[in-house]
């Protein structure tokens, strides 16, 4: 039954429902285990180098569990955390990024550029899926992503409203120095929320974010690409 229940976990849906997943090879689940969020290890050996729950399977039950066409000897069973802590000061909205490849990258660059917080809007992949699991490099372990704000919700917690729009926007080679929205003016505000959106959206960002009326601040500046 175990095994039966570990591979039902290929899919999103049964992942999000037990808030478990599988990483996979030693990297990935060394990255778990740092950050105790291993509930088993999975292998064809017994290994050494961690001290929890093991279990020694042969090498077809791995490639029966893995979704990898190059199965590693070394996986494990792993989750969320409970979001038991406030939310950080300084955080990252992702508004309908629905590729799992770019909500991982993303959550790996806001950990380098030391966010507190990524929130994912409920149009963007989820944090379960296995592409955002592996694209993050590890970052989702450290830095893991709330589902369950919105951006009213975080317009009530008083957050100032950074957003790329090409919705009366000035293209960013004609913004003068008096428009201009420094590194300074970012470090003076106690709480900042940087939204990101899907390049699809015309307008930069979704019609709610557009329609948002915020009454703090809304910076709108053409990227062109950048």
């Known amino acids: 039954p175990l095994i039966k229940e570990l591979i039902k976990l290929k899919t999103v849906r049964e992942r999000k429902e037990t808030n478990s997943f599988i990483v996979e090879g030693k990297d990935m689940v060394d990255f778990c285990y740092e950050n105790n969020m291993v509930k088993f290890i999975i292998s064809d050996q017994e290994q050494s180098a961690y001290q929890c729950d093991q279990i020694i399977v042969p090498s077809f039950i791995l490639e029966k569990i893995s979704s990898n066409q190059s199965v590693p000897t070394l996986l494990a069973l792993s989750f969320y955390k409970e979001e038991n802590k406030a939310i950080g000061n300084k955080i990252g909205y992702l508004d309908g990024v629905q590729d799992p490849g770019n909500v991982g990258t993303i959550i790996r660059t806001a950990l ?83 939204i990101m959106s899907n390049d699809a959206f015309v307008n930069g960002t979704s019609n709610p974010v557009n329609n948002n009326n915020n009454n703090q601040f809304q910076e709108s500046f053409a990227t062109e690409n950048v």
């Open 112 to 194: 380098a550029f030391g966010y507190d917080d990524v929130i994912l809007s409920i149009d963007s992949a989820s944090k379960y899926n296995e592409k955002t699991i592996v694209s993050s490099k590890g970052a989702i372990f450290k830095i893991i992503p709330r589902d369950n704000l919105t951006l009213d919700q975080l317009k009530e917690l008083g957050y100032y409203i950074i957003v790329t729009s090409l919705k009366g926007a000035i293209p960013y080679k004609e913004v003068t120095r008096k428009d201009k929205y420094t590194y300074e003016d970012y470090k003076t505000r106690a709480k900042t929320n940087t």
